[in-house]
């Protein structure tokens, strides 16, 4: 039921873009122009059809490429709308100037072979940043008390490990990775996108992370089967937290690191977050870091220590201007940000990319927090 629903939504919201796609912007365009434009907005609904039943159906596609190219069809329609809604207000005001009537056809010839260049070039920009290797992005955080100077955690987020993004990418992930010589390695969410038994080739090189590692779950575990995928990554090394906590180091020289589950959890009837729980072995004494997939958690435990929270989800709204979007839902898009006076929380842009292999004005990144003492 849950799935029609969403369906259903997602191929009328689809439609209904790719209709004003057609009739405010490629209807519209020059006679020479918009021959052909019908077939635009047809091609991306039949394979955003087809992208829903792969999705949430099964229906396999008979290669990763192809699933690459029908997944691209959700972020050209969201990039075209974005031209088309530029393209319907610029033609709007501009009626309302004054100009001769040849002057204006041939203004609006410009305007139109501009508008698909510029359309064609945000789609070739959103492919290059979609498909790039991640960026290492260092932040630099200071803690009151913190135990050490210049500590390092690698955060890696959102990878969705599942029909494109396989084995070689999580293989070049770890290498930079360990490159970097982290004291600790979090990996806050959504590192699955597929069933545990179709990517556990894929998930192998992860066992080669030379620091020690923790895992929370994101809202995409919960899709696929959240206590499998928890097994697994069990036996690769990795500690998850779930709704726990431990002491990393010794005496002097220790601090908090709590897990939060996601949020998703408690709407699905299955390992929902409890921060009480989380926070029950904590020494509110020892600076304290938290781990919780989305940034919104932040506002879940205003009485619980929390020096810095380290998230992900929001993809840094993978595709501008989506991010206006994410912020409606939740508090901070990405980057490092104070909260009240007395916690930071840092937002990661992810390492992979969900649905579109798409990213504008939001590149992918391994996020290398050095922490210092205040």
Known sequence: MGFLLFASVFLLVMAAANYYIYSRFLKKLSPVLR?????????????????ILERFIGVVLPSPALYLVISAFVGITFILLVMAALYDLTITVSSKVPYDKERRKAIKIIFDVTMLVAAFSYLLRGLAQGLKAPMVNTINVAIRDFPHNSYTIVQLSDLHVGRTIRRDFVEDLVHRTNQLAPDLVVIT?????????????DLEPLRELTAPAYFILGNHEYFYGPEAALDHIRTLGIRPLLNDSVVIGTGAAAFNLVGINDLIGASLGMLPHDVRQAYARVDAMLPTIVLAHQPKTIGLIDDHRCDLMLSGHTHGGQIFPFGYLVMMDQPYLAGLHRHRTDRQIFVSRGAGYWGPPLRVLAPSEISCIVITSA
């Open 35 to 51: 021959r052909y434009a019908a077939i635009i907005p047809l091609v991306l609904m039949a394979g955003e059809i087809v992208f």
């Open 189 to 201: 969410g959504d590192l699955v996108d597929l069933p545990i038994d179709e990517i556990r080739h």
